[in-house]
């Protein structure tokens, strides 16, 4: 009898994290490197079938994007390293197509971007939608052979510098109620693939 599909929620904040009780949720911390690290110990640790990255995201002005909007994650991008050659370090890390369209099909209102991971809150300027763990827990997952997607929800203009009017706690809402939604569809999809 095949095992039953474990899914590994990983979220930098508790605020973000959501995980129904019957997967394992881990806090990677905030930043690039905390999230890598942090992955790839839980990936060493739990052996999951899929790893599911949530979190709160800032979209450029352009985009306009709403508070609690959900962004799912074409690809994850990191783009701190500037225009060191592409030969020196991996920058860019797609999802499998197959959980990508699993987490559309379960988040139907959703849009799909490219998401920019940088260290520093506004260091994303060629992405529409900016993060701080992406990069770091997709591409972990990815030099240890587990496929990974990220989906965030909006709380912020980059360009607002005044974090008083980011909408920290719509954000937070938007992403743990669609949680539950994202493990229930991957565990569906990782059953029948």
């Not at 095992?3 to 881990?26: C, D, S």
């Not at 669609?178 to 569906?188: I, W």
Request: proline share 7%; net charge negative; with cysteine.
């Amino acid at each position: 009898m095949p095992h039953a599909p474990r899914i590994l929620v990983i979220a930098a904040t508790g605020r973000e994290l959501a995980a129904p009780a019957h997967t394992v949720g881990v806090l990677c911390g905030v930043g690039p490197v905390e999230a890598a690290a942090a992955t790839t110990a839980a990936i060493a640790e739990h052996r999951p079938t899929l790893v599911l990255h949530v979190g709160i995201a800032g979209a450029h002005r352009t985009e306009q994007l709403s508070a609690g909007t959900l962004v799912i994650g074409s690809r994850a991008e990191y783009v701190d390293l500037g225009e060191l050659p592409a030969a020196w370090a991996s920058r860019v890390v797609v999802p499998p197509m197959a959980i990508l369209h699993a987490v559309q099909r379960a988040l139907p209102l959703a849009i799909t971007r490219p998401i920019g991971t940088s260290a520093r809150v506004g260091g994303t300027t060629a992405c529409p939608v900016e993060a701080m763990e992406g990069f770091g827990v997709l591409r972990a997952a990815e030099r240890l052979g587990v496929p990974a997607i990220e989906v965030r929800a909006i709380s912020n203009d980059i360009e607002e510098v005044d974090r008083t009017r980011w909408a920290f706690d719509t954000a937070f809402t938007a992403i743990t109620a669609a949680t539950p939604h994202l493990v229930s569809a991957l565990e569906d999809y990782a059953a029948h693939a």
